[in-house]
């Protein structure tokens, strides 16, 4: 459902819970360090909710609520499509991630996220760092992504990447009958952590890498190492492109942008790329694009935290999970193709269908 949907239902706080099927959100409010935060368990039927916190400046407490609604159940599908025993959840903090954190803000969250006794298990996300989260770690053993040195995963961006990596590839197999990208135009939007990761591998395998990203630095800098050629964000769209790889924003695929792309096939990092999932994964079936789900091909990050939760982290594996992405999406291209469905729709009830069959079992004798 499109964000500014859900925000104009006018409607009380049980009503916006209960329409994406949450099973419990909690709302944390802390007056001395003025920390306030909403903890969103969305599903609970695979494993214990994990999802990272987000820290944002948001307009107002219902941009606050929406997305922490929208990016935990985002998390009960990848965790469930990418077979992992784990449930949905997320966390936002409300406020200026520069100004606010300090140590006690950080180690009161922890206790709240504590407070849930595992029910919810914590990670890094936007404005979050490594180090943020072992102030958390103090007050909790329900978090993830702490550093290598603490016995933690590490950055899960190489991870990331990779999955995404191996998602293209097999959009590719489905769209150009072969899953070699040498030769092939692919566009990076966003070269962050996952989006430069994701060049390296692009450009060893010869495909002819386009960037754009509003941090010029990181353009050029790109530019120079890998020699791909950067683009202005402005005419990005409508770039002669085999490939469109979004690893910035959600939201960046919808009507305006549709309409200008000529690109063959949409896989990208980006969390929630299509704007309105419903409505603009049929219009790429439309316009012919082909769509990696991106909860799907994103998976890597979550499947390296899993790894964390597991214990007895090894890097190595956690690579060799991260390349079932490469089957798993070409068996839902397959299932859409053949459904006659989006490749977005064709996720989601994999996803459920999992999560319905699991729910079985625990009441089955
Ligand atoms: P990041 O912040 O390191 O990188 C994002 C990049 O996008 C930055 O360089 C930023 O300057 C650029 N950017 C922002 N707005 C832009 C715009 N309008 N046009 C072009 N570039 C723009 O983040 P990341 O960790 O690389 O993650 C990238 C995306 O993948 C995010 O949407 C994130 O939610 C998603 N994701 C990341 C992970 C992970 O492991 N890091 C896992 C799953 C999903």
Not at 4 to 28: I, M, N, P, W
Not at 164 to 170: C, F, I
Not at 252 to 275: P, W, Y
Request: charged share 25%; aromatic share 8%; net charge neutral.
């Amino acid at each position: 459902m499109e964000i500014k949907e859900l925000e104009k239902v006018e409607q009380g706080v049980y009503a916006r819970v209960t329409q994406l099927g949450h099973e419990q959100v909690v709302f944390c409010y802390d007056e001395p360090t003025g920390l306030k935060a909403i903890i969103a368990i969305h599903n609970t039927v695979l494993g214990p909710a994990l999802g990272g916190t987000r820290m944002w400046n948001y307009a107002n407490e219902q941009e606050a609520l929406t997305d922490v609604l929208r990016l935990s159940r985002g998390m009960t599908f990848k965790a469930s499509i990418s077979g992992l025993n784990l449930g949905g959840g997320k966390a936002v903090i409300i406020g200026d991630a520069g100004k606010m954190k300090t140590e006690a803000f950080l180690r009161r969250f922890g206790k709240f996220v504590n407070s849930l006794g595992g029910k919810y298990y914590t990670a890094e996300d936007v404005n979050m760092k490594t180090a943020d989260m072992e102030y958390i770690s103090m007050e909790t053993r329900y978090v993830t992504g702490l550093p290598e040195s603490m016995g933690g995963g590490g950055d899960p961006s190489p991870v990331t990447a990779y999955g995404v990596y191996m998602g293209m590839k097999a959009t590719a197999k489905k769209v150009f009958g072969g899953d070699n990208l040498a030769g092939k135009k692919i566009g990076v939007q966003g070269v962050g952590q996952v989006g430069a990761h994701l060049v390296e591998y692009l450009v060893k395998e010869n495909a002819k890498v386009f960037i754009t990203d509003i941090a010029d630095a990181k353009v050029k800098s790109l530019a120079q190492q890998y020699g791909v050629t950067g683009v202005d964000g402005d005419s990005f769209y409508d770039l002669d492109m085999d490939i469109y790889a979004p690893c910035a924003l959600g939201a960046t695929v919808n009507d305006e942008t549709i309409s200008r792309l000529r690109c063959s096939m949409i896989a990208g990092a980006a969390n929630n790329q299509l704007k309105d999932e419903l409505k603009h994964g049929y219009k790429l079936l439309d316009h012919r694009i082909v769509y990696a789900p991106d909860f799907l091909i994103n998976a890597g990050g979550l499947i390296n935290v899993y790894n964390e939760y597991l214990g007895n982290y090894n890097r190595e594996r956690v690579f060799q999970q991260a390349e079932k992405i490469y089957d798993t999406c070409l068996s839902i291209l397959n299932v859409a193709e053949r459904e006659k469905i989006s490749s977005q729709e064709a996720a989601i009830q994999l996803a459920e269908k999992r999560i319905a069959e699991m729910a079985l079992i625990r009441t089955s004798r």
